[in-house]
């Protein structure tokens, strides 16, 4: 997925608190709705985001839906920003 598409999802608020929650291992989308104050059709938008740009995926399980971190393309992110900075990493 492309840098902007991943840098506008990770623009919003409710999106980086979702990724903090996935840190701790995958949850149902119900269980994320849970952690917020706006609609489960709002948090499912942006559960789509987030997965658009890579940044989770998600496995289903009879009816619930996981979700948990992509972590590799937050590495490469992370990469990227090093770089930018003059950052170098010679092994």
């Known amino acids: 997925m492309g840098l902007q598409q991943t840098l506008r999802a990770l623009a919003d608020p409710i999106r980086r608190e979702i ?4 840190k701790s291992g995958r949850m149902s989308a119900g269980d994320i709705t849970d952690h917020f104050d706006v609609t489960a059709a709002s948090i499912s938008r942006h559960l789509s985001v987030l997965k658009e740009a890579d940044l989770i995926r ?3 399980e009879g009816k ?3 979700y ?3 972590a590799s ?3 490469e992110i992370l990469l990227w920003i090093s770089e930018l900075k003059g950052e170098t990493n010679h092994d």
């Open 64 to 66: 619930y839906i996981y």
């Open 58 to 60: 998600d496995t289903r």
């Open 73 to 75: 393309v937050l590495e």
């Open 68 to 70: 948990e971190l992509n």
């Open 19 to 22: 990724l903090n929650l996935l």
